[in-house]
């Protein structure tokens, strides 16, 4: 199982991205799916997670500008970021709880980080 992220760039302050995660590989069902950050010298963070369902989680620091939503025939999870900050400015990688054809248990993997800089 493969994830791949894109959609990052550069942005000014206020302006909106959209990232993607696509899955792919021997995938038999997938159940949440979300997106993390990591700004330079901070921790790993939870941005937005979405399940199977539909119901979704948002960290309070993007909770109003960002918006989690997953596509389940395409195997993939987006993320809409509005009225980006500077301090949105980070790495961020998608990860999905992935259930594999002849597994019998969800293993979680990680896309390879896509880069977002919010920078005038």
């Known amino acids: 199982v493969q994830l791949q992220a894109s959609g990052g760039g550069l942005v000014q302050p206020g302006g909106s991205l959209r990232l993607s995660c696509a899955a792919s590989?021997?995938?038999?069902?997938?159940?949440?799916m979300g997106w993390y950050r990591q700004a330079p010298g901070k921790q790993r963070e939870l941005v937005a997670v979405?399940?199977?369902?539909?119901?979704?989680n948002y960290a309070d620091s993007v909770k109003g500008r960002f918006t989690i939503s997953r596509d389940n025939a395409k195997n993939t999870v987006y993320l809409q970021m509005n009225s980006l900050k500077p301090e949105d400015t980070a790495v961020y990688y998608c990860n999905a709880d992935v259930l594999s054809f002849g597994d019998s248990r969800y293993v979680k993997y990680w896309g390879q980080g896509t880069l977002v800089t919010v920078s005038s």
């Open positions: 979405i399940t199977s369902g539909g119901s979704t």
């Open positions: 590989g021997r995938i038999f069902s997938i159940n949440a």
